[in-house]
């Protein structure tokens, strides 16, 4: 993974709609039209948060005739996870140093 990828990942997700899309990718693969259909926005909108997903490689598509179906791609969001983790970890580590560390009186 390249390691502005996250970077793209954590801004691609920064979006509301962005981040509805990809809740309702975790259900299952979806083409544009079936996405739009539960999304206040136009399937314009969709296909271009779409393209931006794609761009952070959040998302894959493959053809299945005139259409394109989206899925989740699980390697990316797996890595984001990875980075979420990793800072979970560290920030555990951290609160756990202050409680034990004994009371200072300057």
């Excluded at 801004?11 to 539960?38: C, E, H, K, N, Y």
């Excluded at 998302?59 to 990316?76: F, K, M, Q, S």
């Amino acid at each position: 993974m390249d390691a502005n990828q996250g970077d793209d990942g954590w801004g691609a997700l920064a979006d509301g709609t962005r981040r509805a899309i990809v809740a309702r990718l975790a259900d299952g693969p979806m083409a544009v039209g079936q996405l739009a259909a539960g999304l206040p926005v136009s399937r314009s909108a969709v296909s271009q948060h779409l393209k931006i997903l794609k761009d952070a490689r959040l998302v894959e598509d493959v053809a299945a005739g005139t259409r394109r179906i989206y899925r989740l791609n699980p390697v990316a969001l797996a890595a984001l996870r990875d980075q979420l983790d990793t800072y979970w970890r560290r920030a555990l580590t951290r609160y756990a140093e202050v409680v034990e560390a004994p009371d200072r009186e300057d």
